[in-house]
């Protein structure tokens, strides 16, 4: 019995010393850093209370980062879910070239996220395809492409970010679907009811669990945009996100306690957000 | 009905794999300047850029780095997730749960709020742009532990006592007779871990600052700052950083796949 107790944790101290130094640690530092004035090159800093809360909800930078967050989280996530689960019911019954359309369209999603920004910034600029091709149907982009724009940027990340996107969730909806028993659209047949019928009173409802699993877990993912943000527009053009905003202040002008402040009302907000989503899927009995 | 399936399905594919397709031709593209359509369909090809990128500049070095993090982070992950979650499954230790819960905490925490306290520890360790900075924090991950101990659950431990009456003693279980029936969960671990660290780029970006330490993706990024962007360079650097996701991912198709679902259908 002793010897077990020892061997247990030594086997599981990779982790109870990982955790420690490098996530509870930090974490609780940056909750004390903001509430102090630490900056770069200060070589003092002091408490100041909730200074730096005061201060970020009167800071014009800051609200916008949110609202761009906002805009981002909510102008995504409807157009993401609806298209994966319409790249879903195209690739869920066998037939020949399943395989190959289904990886071909999950493929963005598992390539580097830097690479595809890269790949847009091209697409989207004066000259660009995605450029050409607006031009074409009569679309009269920004004249300096779509990233140079007060209008279109943050759009443009976000068209890129549904794209990029769309495939894993594909295949999180493939599994969901898969998981729908058979016998059930057999019982719908025999009983007369048509395509139309069978989805909407068996596919779609026995998709909640999936569904909302994928809406909480973009929700989450999409509060914290900010890779497609550095490479595709350094936060110009009115797109900075409250994690671009973080960095910024963070790491580019070394507002330590400013940013640890800024951080941490992103994690109360997503925490809500997560909470109210896990809360729904309780209530629906679905877990 | 059929047809306009298809021609649906096409028409998507092309549009998913566009971009990618694009990178590649770009980076074959004998003259830097023309990237108009008439460009884009020509059959003149070169390799140069891609001689050129392996004999000079900094993108070998950058792949070379990526490639060490990588197998790196990995090989301490497969060590550690099944040593860490073999524990949570198998033993009855003082704090077990609370470890537990500790992993399912890390899990839910968004990584945004580690940016400045991990970077401000780096540095107070004196470990800011070293290996070590890009490697260390990492070397275990709580997806991972997760993965492994609800895989262990699973298995029966009949084998692992009959090794103990046997004499065996607690690494010779956990590394003979228990690591081998966990070779599917580790193989998913395996690569899942791989591919999200080779395109990493958040932490990779702000824990370093010199080229010799900088994995692809910060480089990548950075690459954009020079004035003028050399597109066809550029995009063979990119396409240094796809490839070996590429053909990860024809390999094991069935591994990452599973993998991703697995997580979904558990919540």
Known sequence: ?287 | MRILKYTILVLILIVMIFPLLWMFRVSLMPGASGLGFGDFVSPAITVLIYYDIFSSGNMLKYFINSSIVGVAVTGGNILFCFMVGYALSRYRFIGRNLWFYSVIFVLMIPVHIMIIPLYLLIYKLGLYDTYAALILPFLVNPIGIFLIKQYIDTLPSSMEEAARIDGAGEFRVLFRIVMPLCKPALAVLAIQVFLTNWNSFLFPFILTSSESVRTLPVGLALYQGHQAIDWPHLMAGSSLAVIPVLVIFLLFQRHIISGITAGAIKQ
Do not use: C, H
């Not at chain 1, 690739?91 to 999950?106: C, I």
């Open chain 1, 1 to 287: 019995m002793k010897k077990s107790q020892l061997a247990g944790y030594l086997f599981a101290s990779p982790w109870v010393i990982t955790f420690l130094v490098f996530w509870l640690f930090p974490l609780l530092f940056s909750l004390y850093l903001g509430f102090t004035d630490y900056k770069l090159l200060k070589p003092t800093y002091n408490w100041v209370g909730l200074n730096n809360f005061v201060a970020l909800f009167s800071d014009s930078e800051f609200l916008d980062s949110l609202k761009n967050t906002f805009i981002f989280v909510i102008g995504t996530i409807p157009f993401t879910t609806v298209i994966a689960l319409v790249f879903a019911l195209l690739l869920n019954k066998n037939f020949p070239g399943r395989t190959l359309f289904r990886s071909a369209y999950f493929m963005p999603s598992i390539t580097s996220m830097v690479v595809i920004a890269l790949i847009f910034t091209n697409l989207y600029s004066r000259g660009g395809y995605l450029y050409m091709l607006a031009d074409m149907i009569g679309l009269s982009p920004p004249e300096n492409g779509f990233l140079l724009s007060n209008k279109t940027a943050l759009f443009s990340v976000m068209a890129m970010d549904i794209w990029m996107s769309v495939g894993y969730y594909m295949l999180l909806f493939l599994a969901g679907l898969k998981s729908i028993p058979e016998e059930l659209y057999e019982a719908a047949e025999v009983a007369g009811a048509g395509a139309f019928r069978k989805f909407f009173s068996i596919t779609l409802p026995l998709l909640k669990p999936v569904t909302l699993f994928i809406i909480v877990i973009n929700t989450i993912k999409s509060f914290q945009v900010f890779v497609e943000i550095f490479v595709m527009t350094k936060g110009r053009y009115d797109s900075a996100t409250a994690v671009y905003f973080i960095y910024e202040t963070g790491l580019s002008r070394f507002e330590f306690g400013y940013a640890s402040a800024a951080a941490y009302i992103l994690f109360l907000i997503i925490a809500v957000f997560s909470f109210a989503q896990f809360g729904l899927l309780k209530q629906r009995g679905m877990r």
